[in-house]
């Protein structure tokens, strides 16, 4: 199937892209490898120039990336010109720190001198998806670039104009051809590529099965990866907890780009002594969104990406239905053109019920009332999920003590705010490994090279 833009406000086809044919995809590796050979040797200066520059041309032109991804997977045009936004301030956050970040560290062997340096892998190979079709590709291509490295990437079918934008971006910013590749490949050209001896490593941000088979690829070939798949995030709420600031939290934790969010709230784990109150004002709020026209600003809520999503979504919900869970509001289409699904909140999930293990990718409450604390926990840990989470609780120190028995990647103290450059990204478990963003980003693709002197004579 070919790469295919259609609007999901109306389901209507915008635009049809051919796949690359062998000596297309060929000509793009060949060229990415020789680039590689000459950035490599690029000083950290001059790759900050070039990636600074892209930054500010995608600052000075926001509306027209932003419009671009809210036509092809229907984000509402404030969160896509968010994303555009955030996508350049992470190119700024590794053209300025990228050389400190990488600098020679010394080491204190017992006799003579040591230190560790950085060096780039090569060509790397990125899978990337649609629900951030700019900031998925910011947060490789920034650190990556600036570690000398080159990149190919295969982004998601439903965003192609996004792709190839973000591909033009670079050429505009006097970056040389091959530094940033786009590819318009199949998915069993993909297995070539991760075959293919200049393809030094690969980072996926995806599904569990699309990890699953992309790492399992990569490990035949003994290549290096990394993976930041689904999640199952805890919306952890306690007896204590402010109301007033969890419930708006509550609400863009769940509807943040239409809950197609890896990191989004899932599962709302509350208190049972403060559950009624949470979720007749919860639902309150959820139901007082606006379906309509992304392109919208007073669009509060858009479309599903896609069809197909908006199916498969529909799908899990009567499935947790019929296996016992009670439909408090919502669980079908929107009658209106478009992939538009109502906001929904299921509840008396059973841990027998297919939706107690499901990630839904969408505008799906899943709730639960626990009786204190430590249930609370332990139903957070109760998941093949591990990105992120977060608790509200008026007690600082006791938001740290269970924020540290959650096992996550990642968890937030009465907010859910994870968009910061500066902050590592990445989960456990099913949601996978490696990190992206802050220092830890820019390391996962670096060969990091002891170099020792001593002047003592070899051993007898």
Same mark, same amino acid.
């Given at each position: 199937?070919?790469?295919? !833009?259609?609007?999901?406000?109306?389901?209507?086809?915008i635009k049809?892209?051919?796949?690359?044919n062998k000596?297309?995809?060929?000509k !793009?590796l060949?060229?990415a490898?020789?680039?590689?050979?000459?950035w490599?040797?690029?000083?950290?200066k001059d790759?900050?120039?070039?990636?600074?520059?892209a930054?500010?041309l995608?600052?000075?032109?926001?509306?027209?990336?932003? $419009?671009?991804a809210?036509?092809?997977?229907?984000?509402?045009?404030?969160?896509?010109?968010?994303?555009?936004?955030?996508s350049a301030?992470?190119? =700024?956050?590794?053209?300025?720190h990228?050389?400190? +970040?990488?600098?020679?560290? =010394?080491?204190?062997?017992?006799?003579g001198?040591?230190?560790?340096?950085?060096?780039?892998f090569?060509?790397?190979?990125?899978?990337?998806p649609?629900?951030?079709?700019?900031?998925?590709?910011?947060?490789?291509?920034?650190?990556?670039?600036?570690?000398?490295n080159?990149?190919?990437?295969k982004?998601?079918?439903?965003v192609?104009?996004?792709?190839?934008?973000?591909e $033009?971006?670079?050429?505009?910013?006097?970056?040389?051809?091959?530094?940033?590749?786009?590819?318009?490949?199949?998915?069993?050209?993909?297995?070539?590529?991760?075959?293919?001896?200049?393809?030094?490593?690969?980072?996926? =941000?995806? !599904?569990?099965?699309?990890?699953r088979a992309?790492?399992?690829?990569?490990?035949?070939?003994?290549?290096?990866?990394?993976m930041?798949?689904?999640?199952?995030?805890?919306?952890?709420?306690?007896e204590?907890?402010?109301?007033?600031?969890?419930?708006?939290?509550?609400?863009?934790?769940?509807?943040?780009?239409?809950?197609q969010t890896?990191?989004?709230? $899932?599962? +709302?784990?509350?208190?049972?002594?403060?559950?009624?109150?949470f979720?007749?004002?919860?639902s309150s709020a959820? !139901?007082a969104?606006?379906?309509?026209?992304p392109?919208?600003?007073?669009? =509060?809520?858009?479309?599903?990406?896609?069809?197909?999503?908006l199916?498969?979504?529909?799908?899990?919900?009567?499935?947790a239905?019929?296996?016992?869970?009670?439909?408090?509001?919502?669980?079908?289409?929107?009658?209106r053109a478009?992939? +538009?699904?109502?906001?929904?909140?299921?509840t008396?999930i059973?841990?027998?019920?297919?939706a107690f293990?499901?990630?839904?990718f969408?505008?799906?409450?899943?709730?639960?009332?626990v009786k204190d604390?430590?249930?609370?926990i332990?139903l957070?840990?109760?998941s093949? +999920?591990?990105l992120?989470?977060?608790?509200?609780?008026?007690?600082?120190?006791?938001? $740290?003590?269970?924020?540290?028995?959650?096992?996550?990647?990642?968890?937030?103290?009465?907010?859910l705010?994870?968009?910061?450059?500066?902050?590592?990204f990445?989960?456990?478990?099913y949601?996978?490994?490696?990190?992206?963003l802050?220092?830890?980003?820019?390391?996962?693709?670096?060969?990091?090279?002891?170099v020792?002197?001593?002047?003592?004579?070899?051993?007898?």
């Amino acid at each position: 199937m070919a790469y295919q !833009s259609i609007n999901p406000n109306d389901g209507k086809i915008i635009k049809t892209f051919e796949h690359f044919n062998k000596s297309q995809l060929e000509k !793009s590796l060949a060229t990415a490898e020789s680039c590689f050979q000459a950035w490599r040797h690029t000083i950290y200066k001059d790759r900050a120039a070039i990636v600074n520059r892209a930054a500010k041309l995608m600052a000075a032109n926001v509306d027209d990336f932003a $419009k671009l991804a809210t036509l092809e997977m229907g984000k509402r045009i404030n969160e896509a010109r968010g994303e555009v936004i955030f996508s350049a301030d992470i190119l =700024t956050y590794y053209a300025d720190h990228a050389e400190n +970040f990488l600098k020679p560290m =010394t080491l204190s062997p017992k006799v003579g001198e040591a230190h560790m340096e950085s060096s780039p892998f090569g060509v790397l190979f990125c899978v990337e998806p649609w629900n951030f079709p700019y900031y998925q590709l910011a947060r490789v291509a920034g650190p990556q670039l600036m570690a000398g490295n080159v990149v190919v990437v295969k982004h998601a079918g439903c965003v192609p104009q996004c792709a190839i934008a973000f591909e $033009k971006l670079w050429i505009d910013a006097g970056a040389p051809v091959g530094t940033y590749t786009n590819l318009l490949i199949t998915h069993e050209q993909s297995e070539a590529v991760i075959d293919d001896p200049r393809i030094r490593g690969v980072a996926l =941000t995806g !599904s569990v099965a699309a990890g699953r088979a992309v790492a399992a690829r990569a490990g035949q070939n003994l290549k290096k990866t990394s993976m930041e798949l689904g999640g199952s995030d805890a919306f952890i709420v306690l007896e204590d907890a402010d109301l007033e600031t969890t419930i708006p939290w509550a609400v863009w934790g769940k509807m943040y780009n239409g809950g197609q969010t890896c990191c989004a709230a $899932k599962r +709302f784990i509350v208190v049972d002594s403060i559950a009624d109150e949470f979720l007749e004002k919860f639902s309150s709020a959820l !139901s007082a969104l606006i379906p309509g026209d992304p392109m919208d600003e007073s669009t =509060t809520h858009g479309p599903l990406s896609t069809e197909e999503a908006l199916l498969q979504l529909i799908k899990q919900v009567d499935g947790a239905v019929k296996h016992g869970a009670k439909l408090v509001m919502g669980g079908k289409r929107l009658n209106r053109a478009g992939s +538009f699904m109502e906001i929904t909140i299921l509840t008396d999930i059973k841990p027998e019920n297919p939706a107690f293990r499901d990630e839904f990718f969408g505008p799906v409450v899943c709730f639960y009332r626990v009786k204190d604390e430590a249930a609370a926990i332990a139903l957070a840990n109760d998941s093949d +999920f591990g990105l992120g989470g977060s608790v509200f609780t008026q007690d600082i120190a006791r938001g $740290k003590r269970i924020a540290s028995q959650v096992d996550t990647g990642m968890m937030f103290i009465n907010n859910l705010d994870w968009a910061d450059a500066e902050l590592p990204f990445g989960g456990i478990k099913y949601s996978g490994y490696g990190r992206e963003l802050g220092n830890m980003g820019i390391q996962e693709f670096v060969n990091k090279k002891l170099v020792r002197i001593t002047e003592h004579s070899a051993p007898n």
